[in-house]
């Protein structure tokens, strides 16, 4: 059957069903004096499609979480007082599941989220490109001041063996919508589609403010014992309209079979399937749960950006294993995963139209990447203006990296020797590994211990030393997870695994730092080696149940980064040490009654010894203007905000209620 075929038959019934639901849902409450929000209703009874519906059931949830974070040297290790954060927030989450007997299953949440005197933080739109004639000079955004609510996760569930027959010893579903989905413990791929950025990523749950919209076909192959699904998440679409379709993005390819516009068919999707084997089931009367969950995960990105927007491509697929083992006295996890696939990045015209002062005060246009001599004679060149005639020419320049330094014709212009990149390649050869496992003394007291593995690499794009190096065929040996937000299973860290975290910097280049190229902040799970342990306590205090939860880790790099001089301004051809710090964490949950409890999170972070070697290493040009000041004024290192290495401390306590 044709793919157009099968969407023929599958959408009116979709729709059909979805109706259905709303339908029935609405005449459950007609037909009923009250809603019982425990208990499941069977006074009402209707026939559709010649079926009995019956036991229907329409419950109603509330979850609020207030809470207050401050944190001191945790973005930048720094010391300065200016190095502090802090902020209250607040999270409501309205829920509603309803379910026509063995049919139909629907849920809705709907979330409001804001930070106290911080009307900005609701509601902010994207980022567009402020241009003053041909440049661009910056970027803005807007927000709404008012308190909204947005859907958070909303999907109808279909039992497919009692809606269209299909026979199967097992239950089979089709599921659509906005849902959380991931693979193994959410590192390969996770449900992090739209987050709030935070502090740290203590409550992980709380920092995802959508779900991925998506389809999920799942059920079981063996009752009870192998189940199985397919999922397909649509992550971004720039194929929805005209306008998108022909967004001039690719000018500086000069592309002209195209006119330098997107083309048909850009969409972010992700394809996922996997198995659940359970060979030993508690439910099934086994005595232990054991399960093994392979899995495969595609994603295409045909937008990813180096430098511009949609200068290359991403192909990354993921396989990995994941299992859990569970006895009455013992917890034990592990998941293994590894890339394969490719990065394709476009030959690139990197040459803009910038702003900058002339001599007489006044301002100009000229080209970062045109020069008026000859770069490989003179240095300190000076750009070119973007006058009209030099528009003309440097639009009929050729795409070529080997023009690179080159004179442009007879006009008496230059390429700069890195105006042109060549198409490349890189390969993605990362894998990661996680373990932990947990001892079970007695109800009240449980020990867990974890160590963890994921590759890393420098940044495949750019060679902060020698430009052309990096534009060459590669490998990327660093892991990459996608819509990551894993914080620890049995031994949770608070620092440097999670939604947010402390910054790791890559290598800062080795020659002048006059330049506009850093070091960058290593993404999420990777480039780490990491151990911990944890203890949980139970105890009661004024008859209530109070958890303790204390741990320890220490963490260290990978692939080791370069040193960075203070004295120079530059980074040092010495590698600097992999201790990343040691971590020590506490979280005390105290159970007030059934549907109310408070908590209290506290943690410090030291730094290790590889925070000392990079100590001053600026991240951007602000943090270099900062550097540079210092020999000039006098100001102590301490008292700027620079990547530093004195303890990090965080305290988080609140409240959350839920009915």
């Avoid at 929000?37 to 949830?61: H, P, V, Y």
């Avoid at 497919?160 to 089979?172: C, R």
């Amino acid at each position: 059957m044709k793919p157009r075929q099968i969407l023929r038959l599958w959408l009116p019934l979709i729709i059909a069903l979805s109706a259905a639901t709303v339908t029935t849902i609405n005449h459950t409450i007609a037909t009923n004096s009250t809603i019982n929000t425990e208990a499941k209703s069977k006074e009402t009874q209707l026939e559709i499609w010649g079926c009995r519906w019956e036991e229907n059931e329409f419950t109603m949830g509330l979850k609020t979480r207030l809470e207050y974070l401050y944190g001191k040297n945790c973005n930048m290790f720094s010391g300065s007082p200016l190095d502090q954060t802090m902020f209250m927030q607040g999270i409501w989450d309205l829920k509603t599941k309803a379910k026509i007997g063995k049919f139909l299953e629907s849920y809705l949440t709907i979330r409001n989220k804001y930070l106290w005197g911080s009307p900005d933080s609701i509601a902010n739109t994207s980022t567009n490109t402020l241009k003053l004639a041909d440049a661009k000079i910056g970027e803005h955004s807007h927000f709404l001041s008012k308190q909204i609510f947005w859907l958070r996760e909303g999907w109808v569930d279909i039992n497919l063996n009692h809606t269209i027959g299909v026979d199967t010893e097992g239950a089979q579903h089709f599921k659509t919508g906005l849902f959380p989905y991931e693979l193994g413990r959410g590192i390969s791929f996770g449900s992090a589609y739209a987050v709030s950025p935070g502090l740290l990523g203590f409550y992980a749950d709380a920092v995802v403010d959508q779900n991925t919209p998506g389809f999920l076909l799942y059920g079981d192959l063996v009752k009870d014992r192998v189940l199985y699904d397919i999922y397909l998440g649509i992550l971004h679409n720039d194929s929805d309209n005209f306008g998108r379709v022909n967004e001039k993005i690719y000018l500086q390819q000069k592309d002209p079979s195209w006119y330098g516009a997107r083309g048909f068919g850009h969409v972010n999707f992700a394809l996922a399937t996997r198995l659940f084997w359970f060979p030993l089931k508690k439910s099934c009367g086994d005595p232990a749960t054991l399960s093994f969950e392979p899995y495969f995960m595609y994603n295409h990105d045909p937008e990813l950006k180096i430098e511009f927007p949609a200068d290359s491509a991403s192909n990354l697929i993921t396989l990995g294993l994941a299992s859990e083992c569970e006895t009455d006295q013992f917890q034990f996890g592990f998941e293994f995963a590894a890339n394969f696939g490719h990065q394709s990045v476009k030959g690139w015209d990197s040459n803009i139209i910038e702003i900058d002062a002339s001599d007489t005060g006044s301002l100009i246009e000229q080209y970062n990447k045109v020069l008026t001599s000859n770069p490989k004679t003179n240095p300190n060149a000076a750009h070119a203006p973007a006058s009209a005639a030099n528009k003309v020419i440097v639009s009929k320049s050729a795409n070529n990296y080997q023009l690179n330094g080159q004179a442009i014709g007879t006009s008496g212009l230059y390429n700069s020797i890195d105006r042109f990149t060549p198409p490349y390649t890189n390969k993605y050869t990362g894998f990661m590994f996680v373990v932990d496992g947990s001892y079970i003394f007695k109800p009240e007291l449980k020990l867990s211990g974890t160590l963890g593995w994921a590759t890393g690499d420098e940044n495949p794009n750019k060679d902060l030393n020698n430009f052309n190096e990096s534009s060459i065929d590669g490998d990327y040996n660093g892991f990459i997870g996608l819509q990551e937000a894993y914080s620890g299973k049995r031994v949770i860290s608070l620092f440097v695994i999670g939604a947010n975290t402390v910054v790791r910097p890559t290598s800062a280049p080795t020659d002048s730092l006059q330049g506009t190229t850093f070091g960058s902040d290593s993404p999420g799970f990777s480039n780490l080696i990491y151990g911990g342990i944890a203890l949980d306590l139970k105890s009661n205090f004024c008859t209530k149940a109070i958890d303790w939860n204390f741990g320890l880790l220490s963490y260290w790099q990978d692939i080791p980064t370069h040193k960075f001089n203070l004295s120079t301004k530059t980074a040092s051809p010495e590698l600097a040490s992999r201790h990343l710090g040691v971590e020590l964490n506490c979280t005390i949950t105290i159970n007030s009654t059934k549907n109310l409890k408070g908590f209290l999170i506290g943690g410090l972070f030291i730094p290790g010894q590889h925070y000392v070697d990079i100590t001053g290493m600026p991240l951007g040009p602000n943090d270099l203007a900062i550097l540079e000041s210092i020999d000039a004024d006098g100001i102590m290192l301490g008292s700027a905000p620079l990547l530093n290495s004195k303890t990090a401390s965080v305290i988080n306590f609140g409240l959350e209620y839920e009915f």
